[in-house]
């Protein structure tokens, strides 16, 4: 075996940059993991002398093309689509589809490299992988979205399978998405099989998948209170998006007993001092799932105030879930935040938190679980879905319930284990979740050799 380099990580960093030019949020999911999983193996030789990190951060392969299809009104139009497939080591490609404007290869890949370690976190068999569009879902009627998705899935069709490559959703593909995107992909191959999560219960779906990532990410926060004799009842919460993630945390949060003041969407946010309780959150589901509609409708319906082109985290609050997108919290609002009293933030979203908040947030020693652990929830049911599709059964609701709850404290206490100060009790979850996804996806990788 040759002799490996041993580069620091500011030599690989800039190596990594230097290689994927004009790609920032690669960069910085990538530096997130490298600063921690450096300091690890520092005395361990194989993951060096098998460049284990700089091949996770090569995707397998990357899947772009043409989809082209035709509006309401006659016009052809024309949107990229994108599938990269970062790793299966450790299970087949397993990750969202997300369909928005500002899609691009920069943000795939930096998905699908969270993917990876996500899914090695939920202890099930599932490698990283993400893809989507730059379609923007908003404005569209019902026949051009699903005239979209059966052109997207006539070429992804054919780097899919459910022992290869098994997509979901994400921002801008919900339930109506799906719906189309396994329509065509059963009529173009005629095979019934797993090959989305995220389907309709009448279609093999699973119970609870709608409602996992939100739950998980509240789960989460209500374990980090735990470890130091806390809970989420009585808690102000600053939850934004108003979304799959954002709706579902926000049920939870009300479920455990704390008071959601905030929810957002892309428009501004609403702040309801009194409290979102449930008939107010099913009206907001029915307005952003059903209807389509802006959260200001919602500020009008029930007289609470209405921040345009604002986020939440300007509002006090003891716990902050970021459930919209990448680096919505910036630097300075993770301060803000601090500087308020947060006490916890549990990340919804993917990579919410800008580079230098995340460190703010453990400088201050805050309770504070980063995505790849946080909304590991939704994947898990998604591996579930797999798990049933393949047995053809359904599980009952509730076996689903405690799976999902298991499994979180198990990515809980996985952090824990790799996160815990040596000497002391505070937990670097940024760090556990890290090494503890890192580990397993690399002792494959060592398994298989130099493929
Ligand atoms: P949805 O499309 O259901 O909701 C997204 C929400 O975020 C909407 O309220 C949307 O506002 C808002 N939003 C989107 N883009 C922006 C932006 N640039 N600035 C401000 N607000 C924005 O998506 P999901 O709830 O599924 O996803 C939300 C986050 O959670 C994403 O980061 C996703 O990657 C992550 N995630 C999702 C999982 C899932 O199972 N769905 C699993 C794990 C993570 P508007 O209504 O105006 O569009
Ligand atoms: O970011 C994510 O984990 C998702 N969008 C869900 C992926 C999945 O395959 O369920």
């Known amino acids: 075996m040759a002799v490996s380099d041993h580069v620091n990580l500011e030599q690989f960093m800039a190596g990594l940059k230097r290689r994927n030019p004009n790609e920032p ?267 389509r509609g802006r959260l200001e409708e919602y500020a009008r319906e029930y007289d609470v105030e209405y921040h345009a082109g604002e986020r939440p985290w300007q509002v006090p609050g003891d716990l902050a879930f970021p459930c919209a997108t990448q680096n919505e919290i910036s630097t300075a609002e993770a301060r803000t935040l601090i500087s308020n009293g947060c006490q916890g933030v549990s990340e919804g979203a993917n990579m919410p938190t800008e580079a230098e908040g995340m460190k703010a947030f453990t400088d201050a020693r805050l309770l504070y679980a980063p995505s790849k652990a946080a909304n590991a929830g939704g994947v898990a049911i998604s591996g579930l879905e797999m798990s049933q599709n393949s047995a053809r059964i359904t599980w009952k609701e509730q076996e689903l319930q405690d799976l999902l709850r298991e499994i979180m404290e198990n990515i809980h206490d996985r952090c824990v284990e790799y996160g815990k100060e040596p000497g002391g009790d505070y937990v670097d979850y940024v760090k556990g979740a890290n090494i503890a996804g890192f580990i397993k996806v690399a002792d494959a990788m060592i398994a298989y050799g130099v493929v």
């Open 25 to 291: 949020e690669f960069h910085q999911a990538v530096y997130e993991v490298a600063a921690n999983v450096f300091d690890y193996i520092a005395d361990k030789e194989i993951y060096h002398e098998m460049q284990i990190l700089r091949r996770i951060a090569v995707p397998d392969r990357i899947i772009m093309f043409r989809v082209c299809w035709e509006d309401d009104n006659g016009n052809i139009r024309v949107n990229k689509g994108y599938r990269v497939q970062n790793n299966n080591s450790i299970g087949p490609y397993k990750g969202g589809l997300r369909f928005d404007p500002s899609v691009n290869v920069s943000i795939l890949k930096f998905l699908a490299f969270e993917q990876t370690f996500k899914n090695s976190l939920t202890g099930l068999p599932m490698g990283g992988a993400k893809g989507g569009s730059d379609f923007n879902v908003k404005g569209k009627s019902d026949n051009e979205v699903m005239r979209f998705c059966q052109s997207l899935m006539t070429e992804l069709h054919r780097h899919l399978g459910e022992d290869i490559d098994v997509p979901a959703g994400d921002i801008g593909v919900g339930a109506r998405e799906i719906g189309y995107l396994f329509g065509q992909y059963k009529r173009l191959t005629n095979r019934f099989v797993g090959v989305l999560t995220g389907k309709g219960m009448e279609y093999g779906g699973s119970p609870i998948r709608t409602e996992a990532t939100g739950y998980g990410t509240v789960y989460m926060m209500q374990d980090m209170l735990k470890r130091n004799r806390e809970d989420i009842e009585g808690k102000n919460c600053l939850v934004s998006g108003s979304g799959n993630v954002a709706t579902y945390a926000a049920e939870k949060i009300l479920q455990l007993g704390g008071k959601v003041v905030t929810l957002s969407d892309s428009a501004g946010f609403v702040y309801d001092k009194n409290g979102i309780n449930e008939e107010k959150l099913a009206y907001i589901i029915d307005l952003k799932t059903v209807r």
